[in-house]
């Protein structure tokens, strides 16, 4: 049951890559799919550093944002975000490697709630980020 639990995540997922333009503007490579979870990884480019040298806060936020999607969207029923929050622990430099690994602590009829953790190619955690998604009554591919 699981295997197509998974199987049915890890083809929402792939859909919406393809047709996410943005995460692939940001060289975002999928590592791992399981129903309401995610582990995703980018490498941090030159174009991607803010005035301090260090990268932008919206690049962290805009990978676990859509560690978040992968997630709370992979059951095949269209999730939007309700709310979303980040922390930011420690600066990240260009040619760092980021891995998002989003976790689902709540899945309800109508919301979702999940945790992002970003980790650096060092293992440290670099941000959190927590997200609140609404469930519509829509699907994303057609089974």
């Given at each position: 049951?699981?295997?197509?639990?998974?199987?049915?995540?890890?083809?929402?997922?792939?859909?919406?890559?393809?047709?996410?333009?943005?995460?692939?503007?940001?060289?975002?490579?999928?590592?791992?799919?399981?129903?309401?979870?995610?582990?995703?990884?980018?490498?941090?480019r030159k174009e991607m550093v803010n005035g301090f040298g260090i990268i932008h806060?919206?690049?962290?936020?805009?990978?676990?944002?859509?560690?978040?999607?992968?997630?709370?969207?992979?059951?095949?029923?269209?999730?939007?975000?309700?709310?979303?929050?980040?922390?930011?622990?420690?600066?990240?430099?260009?040619?760092?490697?980021?891995?998002?690994?989003?976790?689902?602590?709540?899945?309800?009829?109508?919301?979702?709630?999940?945790?992002?953790?970003?980790?650096?190619?060092?293992?440290?955690?670099?941000?959190?980020?927590?997200?609140?998604?609404?469930?519509?009554?829509?699907?994303?591919?057609?089974?």
């Amino acid at each position: 049951m699981n295997a197509e639990k998974d199987k049915l995540a890890n083809d929402v997922v792939n859909h919406m890559m393809k047709h996410d333009l943005f995460s692939q503007w940001l060289g975002i490579e999928i590592l791992e799919i399981k129903e309401g979870y995610s582990k995703i990884k980018m490498i941090i480019r030159k174009e991607m550093v803010n005035g301090f040298g260090i990268i932008h806060g919206g690049i962290a936020f805009s990978l676990a944002d859509s560690a978040f999607a992968f997630a709370c969207n992979n059951r095949n029923v269209l999730s939007v975000a309700l709310d979303t929050s980040i922390n930011f622990i420690k600066p990240v430099h260009v040619d760092d490697v980021l891995i998002a690994e989003a976790t689902e602590l709540h899945n309800g009829k109508s919301t979702g709630l999940y945790h992002i953790n970003i980790t650096n190619q060092k293992e440290h955690l670099i941000a959190q980020f927590k997200g609140l998604c609404y469930r519509t009554d829509k699907s994303l591919i057609s089974q």
